[in-house]
């Protein structure tokens, strides 16, 4: 099983900085397995949960429109942290880590809620 402990989030002022990180553990295992993707996905009130950022064991990344040049997702083994620059209202949501393995399965984070005040 994977255990995925979240941090970072809050309150925080229309053009601030926020940081959000991810680690993820893996139990049952005497070795350290790199999981094959890490990243974040939001949901904010009365919408769908929408990708935000992604990226592999290889390092490639992605992210979804509104976000780029504002956020930067990165990863040290296991653990996987977005950075999100020049904030705006419109990304005040709860925030949720997303993993999945090699073997496809795939887990969430309980998730961080993230507001950006006018």
């Known amino acids: 099983q994977v255990q995925l402990v979240e941090s970072g989030g809050g309150l925080v002022q229309a053009g601030g900085s926020l940081r959000l990180s991810c680690s993820a553990s893996?139990?049952?295992?005497?070795?350290?397995?790199?999981?094959?993707?890490m990243g974040w996905y939001r949901q904010a009130p009365g919408q769908q949960r929408e990708m935000v950022a992604l990226?592999?064991?290889?390092?490639r990344k992605s992210y979804e429109d509104p976000v780029k040049g504002r956020f930067t997702v990165s990863r040290d083994r296991n653990t996987v942290f977005l950075q999100m620059n020049s904030l705006k209202p419109e990304d005040t949501a709860v925030y949720y880590c997303?993993?999945?393995?090699?073997?496809?399965?795939?887990?969430w984070g309980q998730g961080t809620q993230v507001t950006v005040s006018s």
């Open positions: 893996i139990t049952g295992s005497q070795y350290v397995q790199i999981v094959h993707t």
């Open positions: 997303y993993v999945r393995r090699f073997s496809g399965e795939t887990f």
């Open positions: 990226i592999d064991s290889s390092r």
